[in-house]
């Protein structure tokens, strides 16, 4: 089954339209506005979080924010240091866990039907593959986004339930299937949600099945070490670092670029899907495999190390106020904490914790947009083509 190019791209903006580019947060009056949904009905169910998200805005409120003065220099110095120690390293990993699944499939594979303890080994890599990807989706422009290849790494969210058709039917029509077959493929039945469902949605791969998971795991592997190799190549110009004379291009891209992320898992992985603020659309991260509570936490682990590293830290610092940076910390914890004590499938989580955790991550925006932006001298939203 090959899917047409055309549908399947224009499929992919409809559903999964906030991942294909660095977010454009909203004004002022519509953050107000967000803000105000994050106050629900089950006011006593979610007291000690919204009491927390009050307590921040009234912080938020009583202080002055004074730019730190960053040197061009300094911003040089970071963002070679935010290039190579964070992000050619997340999409390195990715790469790397994507080569251990293949490795395992061909050792598994070898003679089908895979179950039992074969079967859970395969799953349990792909685990491992699918958090590391949920962490390098913090770098939201580059390569990874160019001409929509982040969908055919992770096509999500999926509102219309096409990868689960998708991959049964391509297996079916294709069960000798390669590499270089499935790369021609549309982004629907590649990527980590494609090995998911094949690894997930039945309790024993045949030959099939296993060909499939060879192939996508290889095909996954070539497109990320390509996205790798491209940072590694031009991370100068993707990350603006040779025009910090000039402008804050690469500090706009960067913290814009993790504030996307808070903003679209609050959003797509877990008010939609949960039906917080209105009408239930899409599914949680990982539905199939049941382990949405690591796909979040994956991302809150990607969060914390950017946010709180000591580069940074040292730059939030340097005008002898550490507030940002303390609140920030507390905020992550705060959210990890609980997240940490719900259910791996956050769909049967108790509504009162599903609504904390959709305000604990509030906050976080709340801080990143209204502290930590002002504090380095930049903008919410930005034109990549203005260098602010």
Known sequence: MKINHALAMALSALSAGLLISCVKPADDNKVADSDSQAVTQESAASNTSSDSAASSDNTEQNSVI??????????????????????????????????????????????APVSGAEL???????????????GAEMINFGPATESMSNLYINYYPDERGLVHSGVADLIAANPNLTPTQLANESAIVQGVPGLEEALYANESLDAGQCAYVLSASSALSTRLKAIEKNWQDNATTLLAIDKTADSDQGLNQWFNSLLSLVETMKSTAIDQPLGLTGKT???????????????????????????????????????NESTVGNNLSTALAETTTLLAQMPEDLATADKASQQALYDHLTSVTRLIKRQLIPTLGIRVGFNSTDGD
């Open 66 to 111: 004074t730019p730190v003065d960053i040197s061009a220099e300094t911003e040089k110095t970071y963002l070679t240091h935010v290039a190579n120690d964070i992000v050619i390293p997340a999409y390195a990993d990715v790469a790397k866990q994507s080569d251990v699944l293949h490795d395992l499939a061909q050792k598994h594979c070898q003679k």
């Open 120 to 134: 859970d080994a395969l799953r349990a890599q792909w685990l491992i593959l699918a958090q590391a990807w949920a």
């Open 281 to 319: 659309k899409g599914h949680l991260p990982a539905a199939t495999a049941g382990q949405s509570r690591a796909m979040i936490n994956a991302k809150l682990a990607t969060l914390n190390t950017a946010l709180t590293d000591p580069v940074l830290t040292a730059i939030l610092s340097s005008n």
